[in-house]
DNA sequence: ATATATTTTTAGACTAACCTAAAAATATAT
DNA sequence: ATATATTTTTAGGTTAGTCTAAAAATATAT
């Protein structure tokens, strides 16, 4: 059983790999959960006591199997209670996340299963992110940023990359959501803005939103 | 804002005067939380100083209107977790403590109030417990042990007073849940038994049973 | 009313999780 | 390649919440 500030540190981790491999350094871990990094450095030798990472000094930690797998059980609960909170609670996905980061050290196996039935067996949290299983796996989806499609490619908004609150309030207001069917009309060199198609409307969006909204190419 | 330590300090003085009145004592809270009298007095020197209770040395503590406030806020959160657990999740009432002990600490106002609405603003817990308003304010019901009732006197189950797992699984075995209309048959003055009719079959329980079981007696 | 028992508080220590400041290791720049 | 900068670790300290053991206050019994 882990604290709470254990699953946090196992959490992060398993992020920041996620986006960068193997061997993630103090001070990223440090930067992610806003403390120390001498802090940082006594959490891993705990967590490499018991199992969950990999570590040798000035090398960074990894994540083991066990680690992995306990790190895929808390962003299951974290992602099955977003869900929640947007589908039953009418929580907006800009306000989800500060809440499921405290649901998610809830411990109790009974109640995450029976929470996954109730929703259904959602595949994705509301900002498009894939739910893992009991095991841990995850599905994962062939998304391209929407920067990266190329004039009349045509895509279903699948996820964010950036999920602050401030960019998902644009998005709110843009009718932006995701299932939303978009085409890119026209790129703009310059800028990298582009012209997309959305809901029969024809709207600009510049290169900053462009590359943090991820879409599913169609065919 | 109070640590969960704190919270957990503060629902048991509410509960402990709800039974005992004013002035509990620091053994009697040690003895709910399972904690050591010293570790109690260190806790109520904290909550003192921050105006949940009233405090002289050995005289016991008292909660002031915040602490009762707080307290109340704490107990309608458990409350309605437990009613949430039981009806959306198939948890059963004797399964539901443990659980609703960890979420009852989430800090979140529109959660407990979407939580609230979503369960159609129910008034009691699966237990038969009110659900204290948003304000700390419980309705109370005119209950009755069982054991102190007349022969045939008629009323409806809405509560237990002991609530451990073994007497709620015995209670589901039996048959007997909220809202059950019980008849008392006959009173069995040698050891306090009493014949009861239920769901039109008749059965007997024993003094132990009956001591445990509110009714709200019919007329 | 005094002795005895019980309860409560104090004093001092422990652990988890954090911190600061200094030392050690690694990375970077010329 | 050496000097400099950056990162990481170590050493030692802090706080919240707990503990044990002893001291102080209160309650009980004869």
Redesign the interface.
């Known amino acids: 059983m882990f604290s709470q500030s254990e699953e946090n540190y196992i959490k992060t981790i398993y992020h920041l790999e996620a986006d960068f491999k193997k061997g993630i350094s103090t001070n990223a871990i440090a930067k992610k959960l806003d403390t120390k990094a001498s802090s940082v450095t006594d959490m891993i030798k705990k967590l490499s006591e018991k199992d969950v990472v990999t570590y040798k000094k000035y090398q960074g930690v990894t994540l083991t199997d066990f680690g992995k797998k306990t790190a895929a059980n808390i962003v299951r609960k974290h992602r099955l209670w977003e869900v929640f909170?947007v589908d039953?609670?009418?929580?907006s996905w800009d306000?989800v996340h500060?809440?499921a980061e405290?649901?998610e050290h809830?411990?109790?196996p009974?109640?995450i299963n029976?929470?996954d039935a109730?929703l259904e067996y959602p595949k994705r949290d509301p900002h498009g992110d894939p739910i893992p299983d009991k095991e841990g796996n995850l599905q994962i989806i062939e998304k391209s940023l929407l920067s990266t499609l190329k004039e009349n490619e045509i895509g279903v908004c699948v996820g964010v990359d950036d999920s602050s609150s401030e960019f998902l309030r644009f998005l709110d207001k843009q009718g932006v959501a995701l299932g939303k069917q978009i085409k890119v009309v026209e790129k703009e060199p310059f800028d990298g803005s582009l012209v997309i198609e959305m809901d029969g409307k024809t709207l600009s969006v510049s290169n900053k939103i462009a590359s943090n909204l991820y879409i599913q190419k169609s065919r």
Chains 1, 2 share one sequence.
């Open positions: 909170l039953k609670l009418n929580f306000e500060e809440v405290q649901l809830i411990k109790s009974k109640l029976e929470l109730f």
